[in-house]
Every structure is written in C-alpha cells, then in structure tokens.
C-alpha cells in the first residue's frame, strides 16, 4: 500500500512538473536607451532607461527599478510608458518632456540627422 | 466499507494523475504552432519591397520590419552587415523587407510610402541611414517638406506616393501581417515558417542554416 500511495504521488508530482516545464517564457530581449538627450537632463541625472521585448507578447521600459509597461511588442507602442518616466525625470531634475510623436515643432534633431535630411534630399533622386 | 471507498478513492486519484501525466507527456511533445511550417504562411515579393539580394539564392527570407521598432532597427544595426556580407553578398539568401504600420495614415505611413517609393524609384541608401539614426524625424515639418521636394522633383516617386500605389502595398503588408498572425517586428518568414522577434546574428546564422538544408534538400 505505501509503495501505491509512493506511485501516485511521484505521478502527480511529475505530472505538475511537465505541465509547468511545457510552456517556456518567451526569450526576452533588451536594450539600453540614454533619453537624457530627449528630457534636457543635466549631466548628474541617471536618465537610462532600458526596452526589453519578448517580440511575442510583452515589451516595457525600466527605469530607476520601475516597470512600465507598454500596450503592445513594438516600441511605437510604448507612447504611455515614456510618458511615465518623462514625469519621472521632470522630477529627477530634467528640463523638458520628451519630444512626443505629436508635436513636430518640439522635435529637436541631432546634428548628423540634419545633415543626413539634406542628403537624403539632394541624393535620394537620380539627376 | 470505509477501507473499500478509500481504496477505490485512491484508484480514482491514481486514475486521474495517469490521464493527467499522459495528457502532460503528450502536450510538451506537440510542436508548438510556430514552429509548423505551413503552406498558408507563404508569402510573394511585390516591387515595392525592399530587396536585398539576388533572385538565385538558396533561400529568401522575408522581413515584417518597421523604422519605428527599436529592435527592427537593432537588426539592421548590429545584425544585417554580418548577414549581408557572409549571406547576401555571397548569393546564398535574398532579404525581402516588407514595412508594417498599424497606423493607417501619418507621418509613420508616410515615412514607409516614401521608403518604398524612394527605394524603388531612387536611392535608398541616405533615407534609410536616417530613419535607423533618427525615426523620429519622420514628425518633424523638415521631413515634411523633403517628402514634398522629393515628389516634385521625380514624376515615378509622384506616382508611388500620390496615387494608391504605395499605399495599398502596405495595407497589403499589414493584412499579410496579420494573416499569419504575427504580434509584432521584426518578424521573419523562411520557407513558410514564421520566425518572431528579435535575432542575434548567431541566432539568426542557425536559423539561416538550418533553412538552407531544408530549402536544398
């Protein structure tokens, strides 16, 4: 009778752990952003915030320890999410919000993309 | 009495963790559903993709991608010289890059229509070093109005951006998109089999391998 009572519970115990083992968590990927540049922060200011993806299902932002999440996989879905640490980095110390997607006229543009601009300009076309 | 229900209690709990261990057994052998290789996940070139590569490679790999994904653009970045150089450039794998937007108009729609219409119709090469230096830019007034001047200046361009052409080239891309049920980019396609998510280049060197022998064989 032990040896059968042993049975069932190595069977059931086996049985929870291939059905917790089927499914791995999707392979995350991650990437460093600086977003001082973004928020004018002052050089003391740890403004690193970091993306990670799955690609499948999840993407969110880190930053100072905090998740925040995004809605869908692709960066462009994480608007909110930035939003967040740009209030997050207003408090830090940093001078201004993020460029948002919506506002052209806040955009400010590195040196090397306005140059790039004007290429793209005067070579995208043949003569 | 009571020792004949707890002996067929114990049978039945023996019973159930049986079905339940088997049922487990079976599951974790079933392939994934991403991992099938299905005839409907098949995919054709269209002019407006964005080819890299000859046409007698061993295999084509299709690339669901977008400027504004940051993983998308890692690719291109960290992943693509490798993959051009040791793959594309020695004839043995075609990248076709299909743009995806969600949004079905803006400055992001526009910016891919005129990647597309450039790509084919120009030179691509400063456009893309600027949508993976700097995406943002395509919000901007400045990129506005070199979209502007470049449709001016070329009369094919014109024609891809102003007409329906480009435009339904991406609606076609987001309705492949969503047909093979892809949830984000980069999302790759080899021989019907769907590759999602990000790949480092050795990742993306086994993956290319392995469909090679299936594509030779």
């Known amino acids: 009778m032990k040896t059968k009572n042993f049975f069932i519970w190595v069977m059931m115990i086996l049985a929870v752990a291939v059905i917790s083992c089927d499914k791995d968590e999707d392979e995350e990927s991650c990437d460093s952003e600086d977003l001082a540049a973004d928020f004018n922060c002052p050089v003391d200011v740890d403004a690193i915030a970091t993306f990670c993806t799955d690609g499948v299902n999840n993407s969110y932002y880190t930053y100072a320890g905090t998740d925040y999440m995004c809605t869908g996989v692709d960066a462009s879905t994480c608007d909110e999410a930035l939003n967040e640490i740009g209030a997050a980095l207003l408090e830090a110390g940093c001078g201004a919000k993020k460029s948002g997607s919506v506002d052209a006229a806040k955009i400010k543009l590195s040196t090397m993309a306005e140059n790039l601009l004007e290429e793209v300009r005067t070579k995208s076309i043949y003569e | 009495m009571v020792l004949k229900i707890q ?19 079976v599951l974790f052998l079933m392939p ?104 943002k830019v395509v919000y901007t007034d400045k990129f506005e109005s070199v979209t502007n001047e470049l449709i001016q200046k070329n009369e094919f361009v014109a024609e891809c951006m102003l007409t329906d052409m480009a435009e339904k080239y991406i609606m076609r891309n987001y309705i492949d998109f969503n047909r093979l049920k892809c949830t984000g980019t980069p999302t790759f396609v080899i021989n019907n089999k769907i590759y999602k998510g990000y790949k ?9 391998e392995k469909e090679r022998i299936y594509a030779l064989h």
């Not at chain 2, 480092?200 to 290319?208: G, L, P, V, W």
């Open chain 2, 7 to 25: 002996k067929n209690r114990r049978l039945w709990i023996f019973i159930v963790s049986t079905i339940i261990f088997i049922g487990a057994v």
């Open chain 2, 32 to 135: 994934e559903e991403s991992d099938e290789r299905k005839p409907e996940n098949i995919l054709f070139e269209n002019e407006l993709d964005i080819v890299y590569g000859k046409d007698s490679t061993d295999i084509t790999v299709f690339m669901f991608s977008s400027y504004n994904c940051l993983f998308c653009r890692k690719f291109f970045r960290d992943v693509f010289p490798d993959v051009d150089k040791e793959y594309i450039q020695t004839g043995k794998v075609k990248l076709v890059v299909k743009p995806v937007a969600i949004e079905k108009s803006g400055p992001v729609v526009n910016s891919i229509k005129l990647a597309v219409c450039i790509n084919r119709f120009g030179d691509f090469t400063k456009l893309y070093e600027l949508l993976l230096t700097e995406p």
């Open chain 2, 200 to 208: 480092t280049y050795d990742e993306f060197q086994k993956i290319i």
